[in-house]
């Protein structure tokens, strides 16, 4: 176990409906992410949060909506996604945003129908 | 803007054959580079991380190195077991760019 949780693990969801991720990190970081992983395709950044404030925002289409109430948990919030939205993704956290060690989450597989 | 590749794409070897996984990047201003393995479908798990000031780092039968000036890492893997099938990633921590990923190695080790 890294100290990074994420769920669901996996989701189903049609065009339109509205569902969330979820990522808690325990080793008292300060620095968390959101990853794309398609298929055949790099890790992509999504997001980057640094002490609950949003510091990157990598060209991420508006219907990804990430939310960060505290240093500890991150949302992603999705809504009206596509099908090649499909993907696996990864929520990650480090001490800090430089020079520090990312520890990665197990992932939420998302299938968009 | 930093890319990363890594040779090869895929790599299978026999039991107990020592291997060398690179990874190449185009920009040296990085902090660190990390290397991850991934199990399918699975999250990332870190393997070892060097700092830009560092040359390289071991965690038991794992070796990696780090060439700053010439933008290349490798990962050594000695003594290589069916266990350590996976895809091996190696990422750069950049200025101004967070982590860059490169596309990463498939690895079977057959029995």
């Known amino acids: 176990e890294t100290g990074v949780t994420q769920t669901p693990r996996h989701l189903v969801m049609g065009m339109t409906n509205k569902k969330s991720l979820k990522c808690e990190q325990h080793?008292?970081?300060?620095?968390m992410y959101w990853y794309k992983q398609s298929a055949k395709k790099p890790l992509e950044l999504m997001f980057v949060?640094?002490?609950?404030?949003?510091?990157e925002n990598n060209s991420v289409p508006s219907r990804f909506s990430p939310e960060c109430p505290n240093s500890s948990h991150l949302f992603l919030h999705l809504h009206t996604l596509q099908p090649e939205d499909s993907a696996l993704y990864l929520c990650?956290?480090?001490?800090?945003?430089?020079?520090?060690?990312?520890?990665f989450g197990p992932g939420t597989r998302l299938t968009v129908l | 803007k930093q890319e990363v590749t890594q040779i090869p794409a895929a790599l299978s070897v026999p039991e107990g054959e020592n291997l060398v996984l690179n990874c190449s990047f185009t920009?040296?201003?990085?902090?660190?580079l990390q290397w991850f393995r991934q199990d399918p479908g699975k999250g990332l798990t870190s393997l070892l991380l060097?700092?830009?000031?560092?040359r390289e780092q071991t965690s038991g039968r794992l070796n990696a190195s780090l060439d700053k000036s010439s933008g290349r890492s490798t990962l050594y893997i000695a003594a290589s077991q069916p266990g350590d099938s996976a895809t091996y990633l190696c990422?750069?921590?950049?200025?101004?760019?967070?982590?860059?990923f490169g596309p990463g190695t498939r690895l079977s080790v057959l029995p």
């Open positions: 990650a956290s480090s001490q800090d945003l430089t020079g520090n060690e990312q520890f």
């Open positions: 080793l008292g970081h300060n620095a």
């Open positions: 949060y640094n002490f609950k404030e949003q510091t």
């Open positions: 920009d040296s201003a990085i902090y660190n």
């Open positions: 060097i700092q830009s000031s560092q």
């Open positions: 990422a750069v921590d950049n200025y101004g760019q967070n982590f860059v």
